[in-house]
């Protein structure tokens, strides 16, 4: 199990290297005792290797007791929101998000429709480790149900939500290109833009697994989105990752705004009808602080990690949260990042706005965003951590996550990914100048 990326973001790894039919049939079994059998949800996304994986959970599960509830493919927020409506033990949402085609994994869900926290999850490892699960007599094993209603219900959900006047979005008659990678979001999206009276021009909306492009919706990945956008004169281009967890924009100029402008918009858009706290990330820009600010909002960040920044929200009774890598969290659904979530309130925003995308875009406060990596290789990251640590002791300096220099109108944060063998580093500052000098300067202090 040591090839796995085991981590607060689920189990990951390459398809017939760490990720093997064994390993996941193993960590079923071991998320069927943590759940003391009874019913799991199961969910997959258009992965070439889903429907494989998705019957080695299915064995799994049932030889240790459980039942279980096959939604089918779709995304990632569905199956979440799903375990929550069916009252289910659990669940599993098969899904490597947006890493590439080779890869697969696990996403374990409680019976409240959160992830599993770290101590949940290690819970869960510890079984698996040590095969601490019995099989079920031949009387006992589970049954396996397919619900065919999941996807109706999370837009009808998203429909009845207070802030969306369908009228008014009608109205507007978006013209919309819309990316799908290929994956469960196709089997979502294309449906819920239509309910809101959408004209939706499809790109690679055929849940295939196969994906065109490198399936992570950023900037450098959407090119064929956004020359789309200018080619059909459309209103916004809109992308989604494979489990439709993330969203990003295009403009109706073809350009796109780049995911941390996602979250940034649903929050302004939030707090404009209600009052109330905000949760994001470490990673997150300060774009969305410098909105809460403006309504007199306080803002609460946490670790990376989906899981993390949702307990908070939980805790605090937060009313929007999410993350900067286009993840909207909003809790009148569920707690848990939902593109088709942050899709409705984008077009309900734009509606009540009047304007294009761009001059919304251009209400929001100006900075910029550099992301870049260190492939570990032989790094050892806690020793590169010390390292930043050490250059920047007479700094401001945040340890929610790995390290985050803080200074007056910039921040860099530097931690280990929770999903790939690799060190992040995220720079921000008001000009994109100042940001690649930060990222560049801390990355090299990373690894001499």
């Not at 960590?27 to 996304?45: L, S």
């Not at 696990?106 to 949940?120: N, R, T, W, Y």
């Not at 550099?370 to 050490?390: G, W, Y």
């Amino acid at each position: 199990m040591s090839e796995l990326m085991v981590s607060v973001s689920g189990v990951r790894g390459i398809v017939g290297e760490g990720l093997t039919p064994e390993v996941v049939t193993r960590f079923a079994q071991a998320f069927g005792a943590y759940v003391k059998k009874g019913k799991v949800v199961i969910g997959r996304d258009s992965r070439v290797s889903g429907e494989m994986f998705k019957n080695a959970v299915c064995s799994g599960l049932m030889a240790v007791g459980c039942d279980i509830l096959d939604i089918g493919v779709c995304p990632t927020p569905t199956t979440q929101l799903a375990v929550e409506t069916l009252e289910a033990n659990g669940g599993l949402m098969i899904t490597a998000s947006h890493n590439p085609i080779m890869w697969n994994g696990l996403k374990l869900i409680g019976p409240d429709g959160l992830f599993l926290d770290a101590e949940q999850g290690q819970e869960v490892i510890k079984i698996a480790e040590s095969k601490s699960f019995s099989f079920a007599a031949w009387d006992k094993i589970g049954v396996a149900l397919k619900y065919s209603k999941a996807i109706e219900e999370h837009i009808q959900a998203i429909l009845n939500l207070e802030y969306i006047d369908l009228a008014k979005i009608k109205d507007r008659g978006f013209k919309v290109v819309l990316d799908c990678v290929c994956g469960a979001g196709a089997n979502m999206v294309p449906q819920l833009l239509d309910e809101l009276g959408c004209e939706v021009v499809l790109l690679n909306c055929e849940p295939s697994g196969l994906f065109p492009r490198n399936p992570e919706p950023v900037p450098e990945n959407l090119t064929e989105l956004c020359e789309a956008v200018k080619k059909e004169a459309a209103d916004i281009g809109i992308a989604v990752d494979p489990d439709s967890d993330r969203l990003a924009l295009v403009s109706e100029k073809g350009e796109p705004l780049g995911e941390e402008k996602t979250l940034a918009l649903a929050v302004k858009f939030i707090l404009s009808k209600k009052s109330g706290s905000v949760v994001i990330n470490a990673s997150t820009s300060r774009v969305t602080e410098d909105i809460a600010e403006q309504y007199g909002s306080s803002v609460v960040r946490t670790k990376v990690g989906e899981i993390h920044v949702a307990k908070k929200m939980r805790e605090i009774g937060a009313v929007i949260g999410g993350e900067g890598n286009g993840g909207v969290i909003l809790p009148d659904i569920h707690l848990g990042r939902d593109a088709p979530v942050g899709i409705a309130l984008i077009l309900q925003q734009l509606a009540e706005f009047g304007g294009t995308i761009s001059e919304l875009n251009d209400t929001l406060p100006k900075y910029v965003i550099t992301k870049d990596k260190v492939e570990l290789q032989d790094l050892d990251p806690k020793a590169a951590l010390e390292k930043i640590q050490q250059a920047y002791a007479n700094e401001k300096l945040d340890f929610t996550d790995g390290v985050k220099i803080v200074r007056d109108k910039s921040w860099v944060h530097i931690r280990p990914s929770n999903t790939e063998p690799i060190i992040r580093v995220i720079a921000e500052a008001p000009t994109k100048e100042e940001s690649e000098q930060l990222c560049a300067e801390v990355k090299k202090q990373a690894v001499n």
